[in-house]
Structure formats: C-alpha cells, structure tokens
C-alpha cells in the first residue's frame, strides 16, 4: 500500500469480513471465459503491506496487457515502490481503487517510511511520482496510510494528495467483531466527487461459512451478493455465491476448495445468464508461509 496498492488477501480467503493480520503467501491465478478470448492472469507474491510482487496479464476484450506493480521494506523502515502497466482502457474504475485490477498506462515511483505501531499496527506516509501516459499530467502526490488493529475490531484507512492538495483518493474500511463468529464492516471510497460504499458480515455457524455484502459503485448503481460454503472436513469445501448487480440478471457461482497447511487450491464456475453470455473459470492456488 502507501503510493502502490495491492490487495492484502489472496483469493482462497473464505470470510469476506475478519480482523485477523494478514498472513505471507504466494498465489497463481487465472480467469477465463468460455468461448472468449477473455482470460486474466495473476501471480502475487505477498509479505506485508509494503513488501509485495505482482504481476499480471490479461486480454479483456477491449484491451489487453500487462501491469506489474511492487514494493520493498527495508530493515530501517524506509520502502520503495514502482508500477507500470500497458492497460488503459478500464471504464469506471479510478486509478488508486483497491478495486483496480491494473496499474493505468503509466509509470509510478514512491518512497516512504513505515512507522511500526505496537505489535501489528502500523502508518505508512511517502511521497510518489506519477507519470500517465495519456489522460493527465505528471504529479506528485502525498499518500498516507494506516492499518490499526484493537481487541475486537480492525481499522484500514488512506488517503492520496495530489501537488494542487485537492483530496485525490480517500479509503476507510473498518470490521468490528459482535460476538466470536461474527464479524461485520463496512467500506467507503471515493475518488473527487465519485464515492463506493459497501456493508457486510461474515458469519461462522459450524460447519458452514456465510458472507453477505451490499453496496454502491461509482456508477450509483447497487449490489448485493451472498455466499454460503459448507465445510465438508478440515481439507475439503463446497460454496454456492449469488451476485446481483442493478439491472442485470442475478449470477450464481459454485465454488470447491482443498486446503491444507501448505496451501489452498480453489476452483469457481460463474454461469451465464440473460445479461451475461458467457460461463466464466477461475482456477487459483495459494502458497502459505510463517
């Protein structure tokens, strides 16, 4: 995080909603469409917030590339971090969302330190360079931000200024635990006058896992998607998930996962509906370190 962003979970995570830290890991994934020439690729390698590697590739049918983005943590706390991609055509998505799959058709530099609060708390501040190669001027921006953990309750905030100090990008995630297996929380981000904003919960009755989320993008479009997963035994898991977007038919996924203490092997199969032509695969798996 700090100027280059990242996702801190790979996609093997079952509860959308926790206030545990993060654990290292490596993940291999892809995403394809059946009879498209749509496929995603990923491969993330993943130590903390500022000592991260990803890449990717993807051919989305209206563009395709590569985008690579990465960070380094020194010993002294100092870190430095660069991103580059070829994608540049990514409608509604703005260019620090978490929700971003790709770096823009730019170039950006950042250095910063990490100053470490208690055991796992911790605010990155650094300063970065962004270089875009067709929409905007070069800039330097500012960006903070912080990850702060509490007995019952997890707290994710940041913030980017721009060199004209106008609020570029703002992000504020918190999950509280209710009681010991349930945990809800709530996202708002925006970018200018353009904000995300989702609630959810994951809820743990043995031996089931269920996830629940409802929101609204940046279109002021709504959402809202549910997932039950039944854990067979302590290696073998079956989910059904159902996404509703506004407008657009309901989708239902089934998903199957192995786990163990090494990793985690994950299979999902999206169907086609009225509004979407195409079955989708998504094959992952997730190496675990200490």
């Not at 654990?23 to 000592?51: C, H, I, M, V, W």
């Not at 770096?103 to 609060?117: H, K, P, Q, V």
């Not at 905007?136 to 019952?152: A, M, P, R």
């Amino acid at each position: 995080m700090a100027a280059i962003r990242t996702e801190d979970s790979d996609y093997s995570v079952d509860s959308w909603y926790g206030i545990d830290e993060v654990s290292p890991f490596a993940e291999f994934r892809g995403d394809f469409a059946d009879g498209t020439d749509y496929y995603f690729l990923n491969r993330k390698y993943f130590l903390n917030e500022q000592t991260f590697v990803n890449v990717r590739y993807a051919d989305l049918y209206y563009d395709s590339g590569f985008g690579f983005s990465g960070s380094y943590l020194f010993g002294n706390n100092f870190f430095l971090g660069f991103s580059a991609g070829e994608l540049s055509d990514v409608p509604g998505l703005p260019p620090f969302s978490p929700a971003f799959p790709f770096a823009w058709e730019a170039i950006t530099i950042s250095a910063g330190y990490r100053f470490n609060l208690g055991e796992k708390s911790f605010l990155a501040a650094s300063i970065g360079y962004w270089d875009p190669d067709y929409f905007s001027d070069e800039d330097y921006f500012l960006d903070l931000y912080g990850k702060f953990y509490f007995d019952n309750a997890r707290v994710k905030a940041r913030i980017t200024l721009p060199e004209d100090s106008d609020i570029e990008y703002y992000f504020l995630n918190a999950n509280f635990q209710i009681i010991d297996n349930l945990v809800i929380g709530a996202t708002y981000e925006g970018v200018d006058s353009d904000s995300y904003l989702s609630a959810g919960f994951t809820w743990k009755p043995e031996p089931f896992i269920i996830d629940g989320e409802i929101g609204e993008d940046y279109y002021d479009k709504t959402y809202y998607t549910l997932s039950g997963m039944y854990c067979i035994n302590e290696n073998n898991r079956f989910d059904v998930e159902v996404y509703k977007y506004e407008d657009i038919d309901a989708l239902f996924t089934v998903k199957y996962k192995y786990t163990n203490d090494a990793g985690s092997f994950n299979l999902a199969y999206t169907f086609d509906n009225d509004d979407i032509s195409s079955d989708s695969l998504t094959l992952s798996y997730a190496m675990f370190f200490e």
